[in-house]
């Protein structure tokens, strides 16, 4: 194999792994009246992952400072049921 031969098939193989290893800072993100959406490679999750997503997604909200804001604007129950309405959602 010539050396022409070699670089291109390393290139195509770097192109591959690229497109394989995407990073999450890379995916494109939106936000709508629907919530905030993205687009993301591979097999859809199942029910447990989401839920498992769902879980991190609530406690990473619960730990932040817009949290604190809820409750003192809504009372902790309020902003808690607010709380279980943000989910992960799949849509095709």
Same mark, same amino acid.
């Given at each position: 194999?010539? =050396?022409?031969?070699r670089? !291109?098939k %390393? =290139? =195509?193989?770097?192109?591959?792994?690229?497109?394989?290893?995407?990073?999450?800072?890379? %995916?494109?993100v939106?936000?709508d009246? #629907?919530? %905030?959406?993205?687009?993301?490679?591979?097999?859809?999750?199942? #029910?447990e992952?989401?839920a498992?997503?769902?879980a &991190?997604?609530? !406690?990473?909200?619960?730990?932040? #400072?817009?949290?604190?804001?809820? &409750?003192k604007?809504?009372?902790?129950? !309020?902003? #808690?049921?607010?709380?279980k309405?943000? !989910? &992960?959602?799949l =849509?095709?």
């Open positions: 194999m010539g =050396r022409k031969s670089l !291109k %390393l =290139r =195509r193989e770097n192109k591959l792994n690229n497109q394989q290893n995407i990073n999450p800072e890379q %995916l494109p939106w936000q009246s #629907e919530g %905030l959406h993205t687009l993301m490679p591979g097999e859809p999750p199942s #029910e992952k989401l498992e997503m769902t &991190v997604y609530q !406690k990473n909200i619960r730990n932040s #400072e817009i949290f604190t804001f809820m &409750v604007q809504f009372g902790k129950k !309020k902003a #808690e049921e607010m709380l309405e943000c !989910k &992960v959602e =849509r095709p």
